[in-house]
């Protein structure tokens, strides 16, 4: 198995170390060309003003969609962002997940958060399944998800910051800010 992780800006180098950690083959992606023969690729947090920019000047915005179409793609943050079908401005956007973001919904930089969420999926990949520290810096919140998408994780207050439709996967936090490989693991399940 081989996954690509976008290179353009932001933290890609933490989504590397987690999959290199689980054995897995990574490859960095800023041209089309690197995303042959991948398996999925992951998006990470970072600004998605400036990496939907740089994905234009790179000509890769096509080529995200066509490999979106038949392999699992997972946005954290910013990548969450970049690959939803309404961020409500204006912006590149990919326009694969039928969910509708709202950017910046916490606030500034010093609203950033962490806080312990209860995401029953992940019984998938750890049995006893405790809570996921989550990590929010200036993250979006998911506001609006189509029918075909699955909800994944929700705030106390019922907002929504996780969601999967078929092999596609948002998260508004960083797991590739901790040491918990969870949500890495449960991705390269559903690629399987
Ligand atoms: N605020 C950023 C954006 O809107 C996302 C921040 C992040 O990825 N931590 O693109």
Redesign the pocket.
């Known amino acids: 198995m081989k996954i690509g992780v976008l290179a353009l800006q ?2 890609f180098l933490e989504h590397q170390k987690i999959l290199e950690s689980l054995s897995v083959a990574i490859k960095q992606v800023r041209l089309s060309a690197d995303l042959n023969g991948l398996d999925g690729l992951i998006i ?8 939907g920019k740089l994905a234009v000047d790179f000509g890769l915005m096509d080529p995200l969609r066509t490999f979106a179409q038949d392999h699992a793609v997972w946005g ?4 969450s ?1 970049l690959i939803s079908k309404d ?1 409500r401005r204006v912006q590149p956007l990919l326009e694969i997940m039928n969910i509708k973001v709202d ?2 919904a916490f606030g500034r930089q010093v609203d ?1 958060f962490e806080i312990d969420l209860e995401i029953p999926a992940l019984e998938k990949v750890s049995q006893e399944n405790p809570p996921f520290h989550a990590i ?5 919140l998911i506001e609006d998800v189509g029918s075909s998408v699955k909800v994944l994780a929700k705030l106390p207050n019922g907002k929504i910051v996780a969601a999967q439709q078929e092999k596609w996967l948002a998260t508004s936090f ?1 797991p590739e800010l901790t040491t918990d490989d969870r949500f890495h693991r449960y991705f390269l399940e559903m690629i399987r």
């Open positions: 932001g933290d990470p947090g970072g600004e998605s003003t400036t990496i954290t943050c910013a990548g962002i961020a950017r910046n950033s929010f810096i200036r993250a979006p960083h």
